[in-house]
């Protein structure tokens, strides 16, 4: 994931992109370096491929269809600056061979902090880099959406996800330049709580933890990475009144939309929310037609629970299997009309992986009748494909409770009103910081 700090690099605006969500760099040359630097790393320390990663390699050179694809997608990318070298005039991943040693080096790792005050740092989504370039290309598109890539996909995040809770994993804790505790990583870190840097205590008195202890008490990077905050620094909005919607999520809005349709096409550039598809066709989909959307997205800095909304009973909760590192085709190669890869990356598809990734659904019949049955839905985007649901249906929740949580990098996540619900105060588009957890995000009008 990328803290990009504009206040102290000021980018080019040759070089600069828009990155709806903040997802990777806004400058390519920071994805470069920092890719170059790990693609050195595995260079420098060769490890033999982990059997899910041989599993994978074997599945590719085995099928001829994805061995056409995975050496197709290497070659549909662009001869020319930025996709074919990094500042030093190193070139990038280069084949499917080079793919999985740096993925291999990639996944026996945890994500290190790169100091932002050297280059804008780069942390937490790094298989979003690896893939940056060839997901974007008509080939990589196909590839991407394949359900057998997207198996192997998932063993190897569930593998990786098995590292990341181990005591070794907790070693990017420390508080050197590459830790998540040095003094740059602290300060990004409250800067995307929307809390001033005024001390190198400010962490330790906002989020769970013990000062005292190695890594401040964290088990693991997973332990670090699903941290919680201190009861009393993010209230919940108005808890006696049931007209006034909490947020669910640690997050920055991405849409709102309205009059939503049943079913639409998803995957063209406007990206329609399609609710069938987005709630994986489930017979309580139908109520949804006509109503409300609102989505927002959660970086790799930002704390990563999920709290109900509302207050009500919960009547559906599940994870539902999709894809994991699938972008439209209008943001790459595969698009007839495109000259280059969208640079935003992944990010700029929010809405179409609503209906496609790996995502978690929760149905609440909330108490206010005014509400009735409401929808959650966490999605999981690149590495954050583990959505872990913490409630059980028919369990009782009262607005600001937990209700779950995302694994690993940077996320999304939507709310679902039916037609009839008249819900105003969203947060508006193009606010630049994150809406608090259980804070205030809507109001339910009569």
Known sequence: MVQQRGDHHEI?????????????????RIQHKWLGKHIEDAKQNPKELIPVVREFKEFIEGNPRMYMYFNAMFEEIPHKK???????????IRDYHHMLEVLNHTITTAPHWTDAAANAGMVGVPMCAIFDYPMGTGAGYAAFLDPEVNKHLKKILNEWGKFLQTPKSAEVLGEHGQGWFSQTGRKDLMEVANEPYQTSHAFDSFY????????????????????QFREEVRPVASPDDDNVVANACESKVFNVAR????????????????????????????????????QAFLNALSYHRWHSPVSGTVKKAYVQDGTYFSEPLFEGLGDPS???????????????LTALATRA??????DNPAIGLMAFIGVGMDEVSTCEITLKEGQHVKKGDQTGM?????SSHCLLFQKHVNVEGFPELGRKENVPVRGYLAEVKP
């Open 12 to 28: 080019p605006d040759h070089h600069r992109v828009v990155r709806a969500g903040d997802w990777l760099p806004a400058d390519h």
């Open 338 to 352: 495109a000259t280059d890869i969208d640079a935003g990356g992944i990010s700029v598809g929010q809405g179409y």
């Open 406 to 410: 995302f694994h690993f990098g940077g």
């Open 208 to 227: 769970v933890c013990d000062p005292s202890a190695k890594h401040h008490g964290y088990k693991s990077w997973d332990d670090f990475f699903t941290r």
């Open 361 to 366: 659904i929760i149905f609440i019949e909330a």
């Open 82 to 92: 930025p996709y074919n070298k990094d500042p030093t005039g190193r070139k990038q």
């Open 259 to 294: 009059n939503v349709k049943l079913r639409d096409k998803f995957w063209i550039k406007g990206q329609p929310y399609s609710v069938l598809d987005m709630l994986a066709h489930d017979e309580l989909a139908d109520q949804f037609a006509g109503g409300t959307v609102y």
